[in-house]
């Protein structure tokens, strides 16, 4: 995993932690879509409005996460805020193969 992607610590108000945040390079539905390319994840809910907001939430290897968009980036969030940092690393690692800006 690059630099780029460093996890964080981030409790939110329900209990969940922002690990990560990765650009907004592609559209929701292929973020949604490269889930189903991490070996064991699944995608548990999709909510887009279509035009400014979407969740993706999935499960892998027993804890629940979710991304959404937020000022140019997606945010990542796990449910347990405790989730092992080297699961949150495969997380991003696997995002980033997507998201991050091509080097020439």
């Known amino acids: ?5 460093n996890i964080v610590e981030m409790r939110m108000h329900d209990g ?3 690990f990560g945040s990765l650009p907004q390079a592609v559209l929701w539905y292929d973020v949604r879509d490269h889930v189903a390319t991490l070996p064991g994840a699944t995608v548990t809910e999709f909510v887009c409005d279509g035009v400014t907001e979407g969740w993706i939430c999935f ?3 027993g804890y629940e996460f979710s991304i959404n968009d937020q000022f140019g980036e997606y945010w990542f969030f796990v449910q347990a805020p405790d989730c092992f940092d080297a699961v949150l690393q495969k997380v991003l690692a696997h995002f980033e193969k997507l998201l991050a800006p091509q080097r020439k």
């Open 16 to 18: 969940s932690r922002h």
């Open 1 to 5: 995993m690059s630099a780029m992607a």
């Open 59 to 61: 499960s892998y290897q």
